[in-house]
């Protein structure tokens, strides 16, 4: 505060000599001055509660992670040759397909919507429900499900990897200390290092950083409204998301504002516990505005109605307006996208 007297004391000292060339730079000064006074005590609270995303560690031409993205694009994983992990996980599209469900190789569709790849290894816990620990884990599941890519087993995909003469090559760089490289865990290893490049930092990651700037003063108010409104209480972190469990639906059914067909019980399948009914692992917030449609049935379209839903059934709030478009505006910092070289 001083020192904005300071320079107001100078302005009128400038003024009464009529240099306004000089006037004019003060002035800028304290516009500068004041901006960064206001924010000061937001940006230390935001690197609290966040943080920047880790930096990508390997290379897609290590070989395991080079047979990994083979792997991912590879619709002879699937049984009629249709699909790959990229069909549903698109990285071309932020690693999803923007359907509420995804058409598996047989027609039928899956029973929750498919999340993003980008970023997932560092979630807790991967799928809605939690089930598996680690992208190495998840990615064995969609292979053999007869919803999904419908191989008939786990050794029936071996077989067919086995037959072929890149894969034989590939698998033995990828591990060379082993007889029989091509196994189904070395297939799940190597299709998880891939996975572990899909970072996607932005500019809110400068920000996190400590490059003030990086956000606009109109992101940074956006920021603001998200903290005060409660989102921080499951969306904190680098993914803002991704590390908890959570139920949808605190203050009131989620279904009744999601127009939900079906009522998903969400971890309740997975262990049986009461506790469980309608607990979802908390998504990241990450690309957000690229991955819809919204929550574990894919039930809603738009991401602000997704924001407003979220208002009432989280935090028992109704969202003004001027809060939803905020908030809005802030998670749009938070798209970014894999290096082409991790592209098809």
């Known amino acids: ?58 290379s897609v031409n290590d070989p395991i992670a080079k047979l990994g993205k083979s792997l991912y694009f590879d619709k002879r994983l ?20 923007n359907n509420s469900f995804s058409e598996g190789n047989d027609g039928g569709l899956g029973g929750r919507n498919s999340p993003t790849t980008l970023n997932a290894f560092l979630h ?18 969609p292979i053999v499900n007869p919803v999904e890519m419908a191989m008939p087993s786990e050794k029936f995909v071996i077989d067919r990897l086995s037959s072929i003469e890149e894969y034989k090559t590939m698998f033995r760089e990828a591990f060379p200390k082993t007889n029989s490289p091509i196994t189904y865990n070395n297939l799940k290893s190597a299709i998880g290092a891939f996975e572990r490049l899909l970072i996607t930092p932005t500019k809110f990651d400068k920000y996190m950083a400590g490059e003030n700037e990086a956000l606009t003063s109109k992101e940074k108010r956006g920021m603001k409204l998200f903290i005060d409104a409660g989102c921080i209480t499951c969306h904190a972190g680098p993914l803002l998301g991704g590390d908890l469990y959570q139920r949808f639906g605190l203050s009131t059914n989620y279904w009744d504002y999601t127009k939900s067909k079906n009522i998903d019980k969400g971890r309740f399948d997975v262990t049986g516990k009461e506790s469980d009914m309608y607990v979802f692992k908390v998504p990241s917030l ?57 592209k098809e």
């Open 78 to 97: 699937s049984k009629d040759n249709k699909q790959s992990c990229n069909t549903c996980h698109n990285l071309n599209t932020f690693g999803v397909d």
């Open 1 to 58: 505060m001083r020192k904005h007297i300071v320079l107001l004391s100078s302005i009128a000292f400038l003024a009464s000599c009529g240099d306004n060339q000089e006037v004019s730079k003060v002035k800028e000064e304290i516009k500068t001055t004041v901006k960064e006074y206001k924010f000061t005590e937001l940006d230390a609270q935001a690197r609290d509660l966040f943080g920047a995303l880790p930096a990508v560690e390997g």
């Open 124 to 141: 807790f816990s991967q799928f809605w429900d939690g089930r598996e620990p680690d992208v190495e884990a998840q990615a064995g599941g």
């Open 286 to 342: 990450r690309n957000i505005t690229k991955t819809g449609p919204y929550f574990h049935d894919g039930s809603v379209e738009s991401l602000r109605r997704a924001v407003t839903i979220m208002g009432k059934t989280q935090l028992n709030r109704d969202l003004s307006a001027k809060e939803i478009a905020g908030i809005l505006f802030f998670l749009e910092t938070l798209t970014g996208e894999v290096g082409e070289e991790l």
